[in-house]
């Protein structure tokens, strides 16, 4: 998970400053007794801040919690206000970091995902949760698909990115952003990213709702692949970083947690 840190420095003068950076705006401005600190999210998903305060002769109206989620499409959502003393200078800074998603959700560990490929076909895991070649540390799974596989939902959420533009891809990490691929956020705020799909092979489009088991896309090889299959990983957004998650899955043999080598059955 990819964090940011902007730092801005305010006097008592009258200002309506703005901090942008790719994701997130975050921006003060002042009337006649309060400077209010806002935020505009224009992505599909929430976003977390972390809002430091160094305050002198200001004081919060009230403490702003640790971490601030701002929803999805907000437009001047209010982040802290801080009331203007009376006849007695003042001034303040303030820095912020802020992370995709919302870091305070929470996984529903008991929900069984879908096996992400159609109905009745029956394919193995090459590569499991910490597995043998390039998922050390970390709970993913690789999919041993053939080509233009359509790739089907492992669980119902909104589409909040997508890429499909490569035509490249290679067996070196460096060949990693090139990967196509699509997100889902799930409604406990976990997120599903299917990697290394077709040039031009996303079959959706960003904010639509996806049920379990609608196509995706279709299967390639771009970024940092060696052959075609689908790489799959359910995460949840932390201060420190994802969370990857195992998950379990309903398969033609039973619920159950798939295994490295393992091939599997898919039901709806």
């Known amino acids: 998970m990819v964090r940011f840190l902007s730092v801005l420095l305010l006097s008592c003068c009258y200002l309506q400053i703005f901090a942008q950076n790719q994701d997130l705006k975050i ?7 309060a400077v209010i600190i806002y935020a505009d999210n224009d992505k599909l998903y929430p976003q977390s801040t972390e809002l430091t305060l160094d305050l002198k002769g200001l004081k919060p109206r009230q403490k702003p919690d640790k971490y601030i989620v701002v929803p999805p499409g907000s437009k001047r959502y209010q982040l802290t206000e801080l009331v203007i003393p009376q006849n007695r200078s003042w001034s303040y800074n ?25 109905e009745g076909k029956r394919f193995k895991v090459a590569q499991g949760y ?29 589409v909040v990115r997508l890429k499909e533009d490569s035509n490249r891809g290679c067996p070196s990490k460096s060949c990693a952003k090139l990967g196509n691929f699509v997100t889902i956020m799930h409604e406990d705020g976990s997120f599903a990213d299917y990697y290394h799909l077709k040039q031009n092979g996303v079959l959706v ?3 639509t ?9 279709l299967t ?17 957004p932390r201060p420190k970083g994802r969370e ?21 059955t898919s039901v709806n």
């Open 27 to 33: 921006y003060a401005e002042q009337t006649k007794t």
């Open 94 to 118: 303030y820095s912020f970091t802020y992370y995709m998603g919302d870091v305070t959700s929470e996984h529903n560990d008991s929900y069984a995902y879908r096996l992400p490929f159609e």
């Open 130 to 158: 910490n597995g043998k070649s390039s998922h050390q540390g970390e709970n993913a799974l690789d999919f041993n698909l053939p080509a233009d596989e359509v790739i089907m939902a492992a669980r119902p959420g909104t």
């Open 205 to 207: 489009e960003l904010g």
């Open 209 to 217: 709702n996806v049920k379990a088991g609608e196509p995706l896309g």
């Open 220 to 236: 390639g090889n771009t970024g940092w692949a060696t052959g075609y299959h689908l790489h799959f990983i359910v995460y949840a």
């Open 244 to 264: 990857t998650l195992p998950t379990q899955f309903r398969t033609a043999e039973g619920t159950q947690r798939l295994e490295e080598e393992e091939s599997y």
